[in-house]
Nanobody, 124 residues
């Protein structure tokens, strides 16, 4: 079965760090753009970070720039979201996604692969 499997979520204190992982299962991530979306309570899902497969370039939404870093390890068929200096407003369900042409400002179920979603809660 081809799917993305997320791990690493949980409870973290404000100012702390957390790393989310997303592993490809049943297929190879090498030729896909990869990224992260999140949905906070009562809000629409938003794209927060992506990495292009063609050149490794990255993009971030303004609210996470300088705090979050996306990376990938093709040898492990996994990509990551390193979250530093987290804030209570980062509390959300985080989804990893892979597609041939990802866009941060486009949220669509038509992307090739979506993770199941993982909860991140930032609280004292």
């Amino acid at each position: 079965q081809q799917q993305l499997v997320e791990s690493g979520g949980g409870l973290v204190q404000p100012g702390g760090s957390l790393r989310l992982s997303c592993a490809g299962s049943g297929f190879f991530l090498d030729n896909y753009d990869v990224g992260w979306f999140r949905q906070a309570p009562g809000k629409e899902r938003e794209g927060i970070s992506l990495m292009k497969s063609v050149d490794g370039s990255t993009a971030y939404t303004d609210s996470v720039k300088g705090r979050f870093t996306i990376s990938r390890d093709n040898a492990k068929n996994t990509f990551y979201l390193q979250m530093n200096s987290v804030k209570p407003e980062d509390t959300a369900v985080y989804y990893c996604v892979a597609d041939s042409h990802l866009k941060l400002d486009m949220d669509t179920p038509l992307y090739d692969y979506w993770g199941q979603g993982i909860q991140v809660t930032v609280s004292p």
